[in-house]
């Protein structure tokens, strides 16, 4: 199984992005997917995340500004950032509970490669 995020990018203060991640492999279903973020320097941080019946949670941090959303047949989670400041640079990383199996119980987390967001004048 992998995951692959797209969409990051140099963008101005108050502007906007559309971050992607695609699951590809041995998938029997997709449990929680989610974004995580990690600045240079800090930890990796929760931004948001969509449970398989598309119940969200997001971090404070991004209430009103970000959406979260999936596609399960693209097995694609999505994260539209709005009115983005320069705070949210960091690097992006996709989650995904993945299970590989009928058979199998539970699911694998899964991560992405992360995509660079950069918001900069």
């Known amino acids: 199984v992998q995951l692959q995020a797209s969409g990051g990018g140099l963008v101005q203060p108050g502007g906007a992005l559309r971050l992607s991640c695609a699951a590809s492999?041995?998938?029997?279903?997709?449990?929680?997917m989610g974004w995580y973020r990690q600045a240079p320097g800090k930890q990796r941080e929760l931004v948001a995340t969509?449970?398989?019946?598309?119940?969200?949670n997001y971090r404070g941090f991004v209430k009103g500004r970000f959406t979260i959303s999936r596609d399960n047949a693209k097995n694609t989670v999505y994260l539209q950032m709005n009115s983005l400041k320069p705070e949210d640079t960091a690097v992006y990383y996709c989650?995904?509970?993945?299970?590989?199996?009928?058979?199998?119980?539970?699911?694998?987390?899964?991560w992405g490669e992360g995509t660079q967001v950069t918001v900069s004048s």
């Open positions: 492999g041995t998938i029997f279903s997709i449990n929680a």
């Open positions: 969509i449970t398989g019946g598309d119940s969200t």
């Open positions: 989650n995904a509970n993945i299970v590989t199996n009928s058979g199998l119980g539970y699911g694998v987390d899964y």
